[in-house]
Nanobody, 124 residues
Framework: QVQLVESGGGLVQAGGSLRLTCAASGRTFNSYDMGWFRQAPGKQREFVASIIRTGAITALAYFADSVKGRFTISRDNAKNTVYLQMNSLKPEETAIYYC??????????????WGQGTQVTVSS
């Protein structure tokens, strides 16, 4: 079992940055790939980024095309934490951002555990 708690959301102007944090409880954090998804009002939840279970600096990460070059994902297995650094944010990226843990992939069905989400609002 893994419990996930996101933080770091808020209101930011277009072009600004935010860093989201996902804190995990449980001893098996480093057994899971970690992902970030987002869901805007009236839209389906969509993949943002994921990182494989190793805590190596060069851990393999994947990104949605829409965020490549602007977002980075990292994890600290010693702290049971995963981060999503978001730069050059756009108003259309206003959404609830969710952290997830599981076998990994780009589909929400590939993750077993979810946080409650954190709201990100990007003003124009």
């Amino acid at each position: 079992q893994v419990q996930l708690v996101e933080s770091g959301g808020g209101l930011v102007q277009a072009g600004g940055s935010l860093r989201l944090t996902c804190a995990a409880s449980g001893r098996t954090f480093n057994s899971y790939d970690m992902g970030w998804f987002r869901q805007a009002p009236g839209k389906q939840r969509e993949f943002v980024a994921s990182i494989i279970r190793t805590g190596a600096i060069t851990a393999l990460a994947y990104f949605a095309d829409s965020v490549k070059g602007r977002f980075t994902i990292s994890r600290d297995n010693a702290k049971n934490t995963v981060y999503l650094q978001m730069n050059s944010l756009k108003p259309e990226e206003t959404a609830i951002y969710y952290c997830a843990a599981g076998p990994g992939g780009r589909e929400s069905s590939q993750y077993d555990y979810w946080g409650q989400g954190t709201q990100v609002t990007v003003s124009s």
